[in-house]
DNA sequence: AAATCTCCATAAAACGTTTTAAGATGGGCA
DNA sequence: TGCCCATCTTAAAACGTTTTATGGAGATTT
């Protein structure tokens, strides 16, 4: 009947083909009411003939939802970002939405309206916010501005108000990582912290700090040093960190990547990791355990972050679809782990 | 007049409030035929006013295009195949195109069916399929399958006839590494390969293989081992390979990941580098150079890829779109680039 | 035998846009 | 005055689904 070959099929040709109305088809395919066995079997085979493929953007305009979600999400190039992007997709594919992927270019950006703009128009179920917390990049954060938008968790973010959001324990992780230093009995614990306009790296500061000061010891400002969280930064950072305090005799640094130049610096000037300087880093990256030597680092658990952080814009999107009322906005906490190895303990008790 | 508050603002509400019909406010938005300088200022600040905004859904439902390309990728904890993501995204957005992300879990599975049905119920404009070339996960791909498909352009993929490809050169970048070695007076040089399953591995290997042939050198099967890119198949390289073959004074490493894992090895085993042995890698990792040693290593140029392959899709959609043939389909191939470093060279000569 | 249920199928209306074909307005020209 | 033309608007039809209200056939009850 039609040759067009341009001609995309759709509902009304398995209709056609199978002798049955658009609606019934319709009912065969969404399950919704019932269809005869033998008329479902007529059409699934007219499906299977004519190679028919639903139109999802069609049912997402009569059924007022895309099933899909929109992920906003900045500093893919590190570790953590895609760690948690990964597993953000697994949740997300078992729940059967799809991921609408922005990119932040400059995650310190405040104006954001145009991107949420077009999140809205393409109508996603709901939104999360995988950008870091920095300087005043939450600012556009109020209520009036959310009831305007889908439902939207949070990662990574200052707790605010009426806000849902799931955050890495930071401080926690920074506490452990000094505490481990401290039961190893150094004396001197100098920090290599993250850009102070990052509230990840306040927290890890402050956990550092609260930790030392606990427990007596001094945490005065120039035990620290300011990296800008890459490699560089931790080199230089602690030959600076030296000069000021040569008798600083364990680091905590807010993350890998540094802890890395950290190693580096330190081969340079002949010390000895860990018995001249023990070294905690943060983030756990795929290749700490081979580092040299191989890092003790704290870890994070994002991936759980990312799984819980759909299912609760899941279950927030649902509330919204049924007219029930939101849950709660709540701040989950994701306690992270210390992995210990040889730039705290050495190469006798790791590594038989 | 509506006082429903789950009422969402549609064109015609917006039509009503400047006294014009949709189709008015639909050409003054799209700008497609000419509105009167006053009646498009009334429509403007109507939208303003109701905060109207479009809805992409059913624009992309009549248009018959959604403005969306499907992304298939996999190995996003790795550094290469996210800074691949980001070059797509910034190209992808400067066009126009939204990104709707599908992460392949195994990329070993070849039956990819489900996905690129829902890609296609989507209604995506076009696919890039960033999935690595690993054992037969191609084999869906024949002309009679992508003809029911959306404009396609494949990432790092065995040249073949009729498919539109972009890959990064590892044959030349392993030529490269193996020609800096060879030029630095290396005797013996050995390779830690990746899994031979994947098409960019053979590339490496047959990179250093044809370079040391072609200078007369040996390039004996037992001066490789193969690893699985993970830095400790690395450590482990690099103890089998000298004990089969201790007189080893250099070493291609396929990516950086396990060029770490050499080095330390190298460490535990007391040889120096690159004194001992020269090391090169693959990838140029951000932390590359922070390796101790610093790390010669082979960039590949993933942004300008991923930029490209988006150009390249963006051209055949548009062909596709205003009913022009095809481009033809073609491999493009994106010459890497070494990064000498203290890991081939020692340190007097890098880093002042 | 009539009335009532079940079960299944359908036609038509909706979702929110763009596009098509046609119409209205007013000015210029013969 | 009558005609044509340019410029702007509009009503209605599409796009491809789901849903609502309705209907018809047979089985079951009264």
Redesign the interface.
Known sequence: MTIDPSHRITIVDVAHQANVSAGTVSNALTGKRPVAEDTRARIMQAIRDL?Y??????R??VNQR?Q?LG?VASG??Y?GP??T??GI??EANALGY??????L?NPLESNVDALL??L????VDGIIWSVHDIGNNRSWVAPERLK?LPPIVFLTMNPQPDVTIMNPDSYQGAQMATQHLLELGRRTIGMISGPLLWWEARERLRGWRECLQASGREASDDLVVTGDW???S??AGLITLLEKRPEIDALFVAND?MA??V??AA?RMGKCVPEDIAVVGYDNM??A????P?LTTVRPRLLDMGKEAIQTLHRMVEAKRLGRDMPEPEVLTFGPELMVRESTVGFSRVDG
């Not at 799809?98 to 990119?103: A, I, N, Q, T």
């Not at 355990?289 to 040299?292: I, M, N, S």
């Open positions: 190679g493929q639903p139109n999802l953007l069609a997402g305009l895309s899909t992920i893919l190039e570790y895609s760690r992007l990964i997709d697994q799809s991921l609408l992927l922005e990119l270019h703009n077009l809205s128009a393409r109508r305007q890459k490699a560089g931790g080199e990547d890395m130049g190693l580096r081969h795929p290749t355990p081979y580092f040299w191989a």
